[in-house]
């Protein structure tokens, strides 16, 4: 497994493939630092958040943020759901059996939706409303982040702003901001109305009211009542400006990336009407003969094979085709190899995922190869360490749910002619012409 060495610019790069070499630079304590060029491109639309942060202000985010995504809080983070997969299917079944339908079109809005109620704790109803500002914007996102990433002349500043490009991003940047304001005002009244209810139901002396308060929002585990709650460090109330980029990136990131997967996941079960009739028989051992059950964190978890079909689809096409680390300092490889500090140092999943030598024949799409012993740091679609992604397994069960749902309830097949995804390898691997499937509802 050969890692490569590139120079780009006046930077130089490092692409990992051997997996023990990835092990490093993930569980690595103290070389946490993401990208330069990555954090340059990203801040604009997400100022300092988890993403970008260190020291300080990284840990503390990240503590505050952990409770909501907790092992506890799935089965009812898996009851949100199934609710809005109601809705969904209510929209979908509108839809002829041999109607043409992006998948993308549906599964962003459903997926914002959760998102919002599950973590923000409001309701914002995309699905009713498909032509919302923030869908056109936020999938805008990818590729200016990505531009701005590889063109080095947007980093001078004073030429970007003149151009129409600058614009775009400028406006593009205030309208997911402008709807996390909007999420973020929602939920003031309601945790307002909240605080008050809790203090007008205990004026005992003895009753620690913040406390109780507290143990509210831990029980509810909604993650925008613990950033409103929080304190700076010097006492005063953590500034809506800041809220304001973390709730941006949850948000976005959230329901991007997640949209992405379960998109292209149903796009292989459609291609390989094997595969998705090994998931569906699944489902019906699991769920017997009452195929409209909604599914409980038991029943995801007895879904081996659904999970696999996921992950092989993630390895056909990665999500997130690389993530990286700023070198602080040098640091020693396998095999006596030092990188120098100063140097960017990348995880290169798409030709992690393309070595034979840890997945045989990697051009078949065949998820029972996740079923055999691999290394560890060989599929880490998540990251790894102290810096993996926090929301990991909400993301898992949103996943599984919403796939376990579709697949008891439609047939999969390819959409039309012409209709091919064409893949475009950006920070988020997307189809710039959507993914295009057929919905055939299953006889009862």
Excluded at 124 to 150: G, M, W
Excluded at 233 to 252: A, K, M, Q, R, Y
Excluded at 284 to 310: C, G, S
Excluded at 401 to 417: H, Q
Aim: glycine share 4%.
């Amino acid at each position: 497994m050969q890692n490569f060495r590139m120079t780009v610019g006046s930077e130089e790069w490092v692409l990992l493939t051997d997996p023990d070499d990835v092990a490093i630079i993930l569980n690595h304590p103290t070389e946490l630092s993401k990208p330069v060029e990555r954090n340059a491109a990203m801040m604009p639309f997400f100022g300092n958040s988890v993403s970008t942060s260190e020291g300080e202000r990284w840990k503390s985010t990240r503590k505050l943020m952990a409770p909501s995504f907790s092992y506890k809080t799935l089965e009812k983070r898996i009851e949100h759901v199934n609710k809005y997969c109601g809705r969904l299917f209510e929209i979908l079944d509108n839809h002829r059996d041999d109607d043409d339908i992006d998948m993308y079109k549906y599964l962003r809005p459903y997926m914002f939706d959760i998102l919002c109620h599950s973590l923000m704790g409001v309701d914002y109803n995309l699905l009713d409303d498909l032509q919302h500002p923030y869908l056109e914007a936020s999938n805008k996102v990818v590729n200016i982040i990505t531009q701005n990433f590889f063109s080095y002349w947007r980093n001078i500043r004073m030429i970007f702003m003149l151009t129409p490009f600058y614009k775009e991003m400028q406006d593009t940047i205030r309208t997911i901001k402008d709807t996390s304001t909007d999420i973020i005002r929602q939920r003031k009244v309601k945790l307002n109305q909240l605080i008050e209810d809790t203090k007008n139901n205990n004026r005992n002396v003895d009753d620690d009211v913040e406390q109780l308060i507290e143990d509210k929002v831990s029980d509810d585990a909604c993650l925008l009542d613990k950033f409103l709650l929080s304190k700076s460090n010097n006492g005063d109330p953590t500034p809506d400006e800041i809220i304001n980029e973390e709730l941006t990136l949850v948000c976005w990131t959230g329901h991007y990336t997640t949209t992405m997967t379960m998109a292209h996941t149903l796009y292989c079960l459609a291609k390989h009407p094997e595969v998705q009739r090994r998931v569906f028989e699944e489902q019906i051992a699991i769920f017997k003969a009452d195929l409209n059950k909604q599914a409980t964190n038991h029943d995801l978890n007895e879904m081996k094979y659904l999970e696999a079909a996921i992950k092989e689809s993630i390895r056909v096409i990665p999500t997130v085709t690389k993530i990286g680390r700023q070198l602080n300092n040098d640091l020693k490889f396998t095999g006596d190899k030092v990188i120098p500090a100063d140097t960017t140092v990348l995880v290169f999943y798409e030709a992690i995922y393309k070595d034979p030598k840890l997945f045989p024949e990697p051009e078949k799409y065949y998820p029972e190869r996740f079923f055999s012993s691999m290394h560890n740091h060989a599929f880490v679609p998540f990251s790894a360490g102290p810096r993996n992604c926090l929301g990991f397994r909400y993301a898992w069960a949103a996943m599984k749910a919403t796939l376990s749902n579709m697949i008891r309830k439609y047939e999969l097949t390819l959409g039309n002619p012409g209709t091919e995804p064409q893949f475009a390898y950006r920070i988020i691997t997307e189809s710039t012409n959507g993914v295009h499937l057929k919905l055939k509802r299953r006889k009862k």
